[in-house]
């Protein structure tokens, strides 16, 4: 690819064009597109491979503090990826390289070396893990459910965890990283599908179907988790943390990861009306932001490649193919529809 | 007292005669005597001076699993207490001594050895602190204020800490301890009396008055608050603390030490809607009870009893004076018309 002609290249992108009330819409969106240029003295340009669409970017979309800015109107929108250098001018990268960085919806992106660190850019190692593996446990999905998991989370052998969305991608790492750890390890997840491969192909002692019928959770963390729960790696809030909230032991750990059954809720968040089990049970609820482990993912990504590579992990990615399937392919999160982490082909590697 | 005639005594009691829906009523109570018995072998008899009433024990009331065990109907109202030991078979405990124990609504207590430690018989030492002391800021709610201050909230000098319920027992001394660690205090509290009192006696920083109006929590947190919420300490859930919520800093610890504004609800708890907010700011919600710190108890009796002494530390205590008034007095509690901590004096010192 050295000698692509950059200026041959279209670069397509989707921008927010508007705030979603409740699920995103195409009229949210506006497919633009830009001429592709040559990297600044110290720049490179990178070509997107694949794209991670993942349930906090409803969250971006919205107006409001949170802890990253919302992506502005108009402005290309947010998403991590995996590309590669096809034109740089930086010491650093080399055309060809493999990296991982804040790509944007989009097929290409120009960054001078003072954005570096800001897109979190960073070569990566194809040895290590696949390319959608690099989105998956390797990527942000699995820093979060890593961190989570072992720093607010805490786990010793013999403790039973639940996680919720256990079949997405932060939900298999947790999951399977708790299992290695030693837990008894119950699963969450939509329809028998998902809860057969999480316990056949992952190894979860047991997943819980939540739309197999009213009380199916409360039953099936009866029947699961008979000597309570210590650890609930929470992704979805809503009813299923309450209900599992009346199931928690002594000095239960609580990880509010996400929620996404409130991201596109019109009305007010539905707020954990059992929060009360954490007194009773002198219990703690905490919040976790990928972010702030930033300095120690290499040391996460050694273990998980480590453990992919002797067969104790699996990762599972639910792709869709093209750049201009990303509205549509983004909805599949928020009706349960993705099967895997979900990413977003935009190039063939 | 030594030559008190035991059978010439009536003891004045009242058991719970039936679960409450919302607020409890004289009809939940019996007024029921006793006559008073000789002590056991190892046994002791004690008198009740004055009577713990805590906003918990309208929990202990409901039925269903809690942190102890309910109050089962016909018992005895359980509450705690100080007292005098008025007869001994013991050779712990002496005629005069002054103890704290788990009394019950009722005038006297006779307890065998083997029930001494279950009912956390102690002896207690009034130059340390008054008999209402030893019920307020060196008893029960004055530990859960400090375990929960101290463990949970772990405060560092310039840290902004909000308590509500400031004026009563655990408000009172959550706010003066974290003042002697450099904390910066606002209290929440209802009525300007409560408001004035916290900040010109025990020397709070700000008090904001819930009842001055609507938005006047949110406002009052803008203003004294201006660099966010650190450690919020919870007694009153509901809409304060989702207010609160609204404006936590990274990393903040909420300690949820009870839901006043919850107890009597004839409807669902109502969870708090801004809990995602733990997980934009890192943040943690952790539950807290008092039993769990027993064998750390005189460390903290210690510790307060010198700032009392060296007046750094000040005490209220609203004493409504005859067991017959229990009923009335408890209901001080819930809606909010007690000023300091609840006590009821059963016997003159």
Redo the contacts between chains.
Sequence with gaps: MSDTVLSSLTNHQFRLASRPVGLPTRDNWSATTEAVAEPEDGGVVLQTLALSLDPAMRGWMNEG???IPPVAIGEVMRAGGVGRVIASKSPHFAVGDTVIAGFGVQQYLRLGAAEFKRSGLVKIDLRMGSLTQWLNVLGMPGMTGYFGLMDVGQPQAGETLVVSGAAGAVGQTVGQVAKIKGCRVVGIAGGKAKCDWVVNELGFDACIDYKAGPGAVREGLKEHCPKGVDIYFDNV?GEIL?TVLARINRKARII????IS?YNATT??????????????????????VF?YADRYHLAVLEMAGYLKDGRMKSKEDIVEGIAHFPEALLKLFNGENFGKLVLQVADE
Tied chains: 1, 2.
């Design positions: 503090r949170s802890y809030g309450d509010i990861c996400g929620a409130q007010a968040v539905a707020g954990p009306k059992n929060y009360l089990s954490l007194l009773v049970n002198r219990a703690r609820m905490e919040g976790i932001v702030d």
